[in-house]
């Protein structure tokens, strides 16, 4: 409606003479072109600074994350020192550590092989999961506390809800206090249909092979950093799910808290 607004020639008035109405005509619809022309001009520049404007805002809200960095560490030192902890020091993480989590989760990575492919390996390549991360107050350096995507393709975090989540994240995990005493919690989740599509009812059985992949990676990298984390399965879906405002084609699968042991 406001383009046929635009692209409508404006009447502009002739006055005709004996000798000149032809040429007063055309005149006037040269006139009429270029005015058309000048606002369809216009209308074009304002569609695409909107657009440009709105992905330079969607770009801005996004956290860019550093590189992932670990010590070198024999794998046997890393899977004897591995454990399950619930219970954390109020202590922040750093946040150069938070992006190598986050990485080792399930992060994009290339080989020579296959080339771009993930740290944990998924069947047919479809990827399922994505991780969210509930972020307490003073929790990570630098980071406001808050409910977060991480953007795998980007290596980036994405702002969800800017309020502290942990208290409700807890309830629905059973009560499980240790959930909102931990400075952070990754909750893995799976978009299924990703799989099952191809894969059909097997297809299921791999995401959850793919969930367990991922969450190993977790223990390895918070072990090697330094932290702590346990897996939690026991928690009602649909209060994860509420709490993390997720679509609804999202099921959640692991909530991991992590953060230095008492």
Not at 23 to 36: H, P
Request: charged share 25%.
């Amino acid at each position: 409606m406001i383009l046929n607004v635009f692209f409508t020639p404006l009447e502009i008035p002739a006055v005709y003479g004996k000798d000149d109405k032809d040429k007063v005509l055309i005149s006037n619809g040269r006139r009429r072109i270029k005015i058309s022309s000048f606002l369809a001009g216009v209308t074009l520049c304002v569609f695409i600074g909107l657009t440009l404007s709105a992905y330079a805002n969607n770009s801005a809200m996004k956290i860019k994350l550093k590189p992932p960095h670990f010590k070198e560490e024999t794998l046997k030192s890393l899977l004897e020192r591995r454990l399950s902890v619930r219970d954390f020091q109020d202590r922040a993480i750093p946040f150069n550590e938070l992006s190598s989590i986050l990485w080792a989760t399930c992060g994009k990575k290339y080989d020579s092989v296959t080339g771009a492919t993930r740290t944990a390996p998924s069947a047919g390549a479809a990827y399922p999961l994505e991780l969210y991360l509930a972020v307490g107050k003073d929790a990570v350096d630098g980071l406001r506390p808050g409910l977060y995507r991480y953007i795998i393709e980007e290596h980036a975090l994405e702002p969800v809800l800017e309020e502290d989540i942990r208290t409700e994240l807890s309830r629905a995990c059973l009560g499980q206090d240790f959930i909102r005493q931990a400075p952070i919690s990754l909750v893995i989740v799976a978009d299924f249909k990703r799989t099952t599509q191809r894969y059909g009812e097997r297809g299921e059985n791999y995401v959850y092979m793919e969930a367990g992949h991922a969450s190993q990676n977790t223990y390895l990298a918070v072990t090697a950093l330094g932290l702590s984390t346990v897996e939690v399965g026991a928690f009602l879906n649909d209060r994860v799910s509420k709490a993390l405002s997720l679509d609804e084609k999202y099921i959640p699968l692991i909530v991991m808290p992590i953060g230095y042991a008492k």
